[in-house]
């Protein structure tokens, strides 16, 4: 016994370290459409929208670099253009600069909570998820109907409906982070939108140390049942 309680406690450091922050990379996106989309309406913000009204719904990205695959991502910068022509250039990473803590987590809660269930392709729920996060970014009240951010999908009373279901999912949320979020940040000039883009959290592989108390209790095992035979 304790043989094994030294083992578990030799193993413990490795099971629970955290990787450290990943440095940005530079890339260059490419706009390739819209998966879905509602026009949107904006009432009062913390900033001037570039477009009012505007399309939301998640982007269809690019980066001409090859470093990311195709992927979806979703605004985070209504006062910028989006850039739907040639390339820009862009830094990925685990944040923005502009971005408060505060704001990261109601994010973060947003796509755990609900970004698995959304159906990009699907107008309604597209539109309504890019004004949650709309919301979430800017304001902390989870309502898209009141506060300093307010936004209302035209002509779809659904999309309104699919973005307060989302954010009231994010505000009661508790449980375990279900998605990796890479944040892009434009870097050229003129400034583009910023965006983010998220996957599923990957397994924690197992520990090769793992493997080894694995084996060891294996064989721990195996010779009691001997002993006892």
Not at 14 to 42: C, I, K, N, Q
Not at 175 to 204: C, I, M, R, W, Y
Not at 218 to 224: E, P, W
Request: proline letters at 6%; aromatic letters at 10%; hydrophobic letters at 45%.
């Amino acid at each position: 016994m304790k043989i094994l309680k030294i083992l578990a406690l030799s193993l413990a450091p490795a099971a629970m370290a955290l990787p450290a922050a990943a440095t940005p990379v530079s890339v260059e996106l490419e706009f390739d459409g819209l998966t879905a989309w509602r026009s949107v309406d904006f009432g009062p913000t913390p900033v001037t929208p570039y477009f009012d009204p505007a399309a939301a719904g998640g982007l269809r990205m690019s980066d001409t670099t090859g470093t990311l695959e195709d992927f979806v991502a979703w605004c985070l910068d209504i006062a910028a253009p989006l850039g739907t022509s040639n390339s820009h250039d862009y830094d990925a990473g685990d944040s923005l600069t502009t971005l408060t803590q505060a704001a990261l987590g109601r994010i973060q809660s947003l796509f755990d909570s609900s970004y698995g269930g959304v159906d990009v392709s699907n107008s309604d729920q597209s539109a309504g998820f890019q004004m949650a996060l709309w919301d979430a970014l800017y304001d902390d009240d989870y309502d898209i109907g009141s506060g300093i951010f307010q936004v209302s999908a035209t002509g779809s009373n659904n999309a309104n409906g699919f973005a307060g279901s989302y954010l009231n999912a994010a505000a009661g949320y508790a449980g375990p982070q279900a998605f990796d979020l890479t944040f892009l940040e434009s870097t050229g000039s003129p400034h583009k939108q910023n965006l983010v883009t998220a996957d599923p959290v990957a397994p924690v592989p197992l520990p090769a140390a793992a493997w080894l108390l694995g084996l060891a209790l294996g064989g721990l095992g195996l010779a009691g049942t001997r002993r006892r035979g």
